[in-house]
């Protein structure tokens, strides 16, 4: 079992920057591939970025290509989500993922967080 913990929402304007956290318990973590979704209010949760283990490949969603960056520190067990140029669009609660294989696939994720909330006025 794994357990993920977010952690670096918040309220930011528009144009800003925020890096969200993402901690695993799991010891085995470096293993784990992970994924960013997010959920707006009244929507779908959607995909934003994914990172195989080693971090040797990324993928992410149209919307913030260029925008956002996911890594990993395996060592401390933590995955990030650097988001920079953000737009009230991105509004929405951030959730991490993880799986053994990557997949950009919502419902393939086995493992969940219980999400932080970014707010992006503008």
């Known amino acids: 079992q794994v357990q993920l913990v977010e952690s670096g929402g918040g309220f930011v304007v528009a144009g800003g920057s925020l890096r969200l956290s993402c901690a695993a318990s799991?010891?085995?973590?470096?293993?784990?591939?992970m994924g960013w979704f997010r959920q707006a209010p009244g929507a779908e949760r959607e995909f934003v970025a994914a990172?195989?283990?080693?971090?040797?490949?990324?993928y992410y969603a149209d919307t913030v290509k260029g925008r956002f960056t996911i890594s990993r520190d395996n060592a401390k067990n933590l995955v990030y989500l650097q988001m920079n140029s953000l737009k009230p669009e991105d509004t929405a609660v951030y959730y991490c993922?993880?799986?053994?294989?990557?997949?950009?696939?919502?419902?393939?994720?086995?493992?969940w967080g219980q999400g932080t909330q970014v707010t992006v006025s503008s």
């Open positions: 799991e010891r085995t973590f470096n293993s784990y591939a």
């Open positions: 993922a993880a799986r053994r294989d990557i997949t950009t696939v919502r419902h393939e994720y086995d493992y």
């Open positions: 990172s195989t283990w080693r971090g040797s490949s990324t």
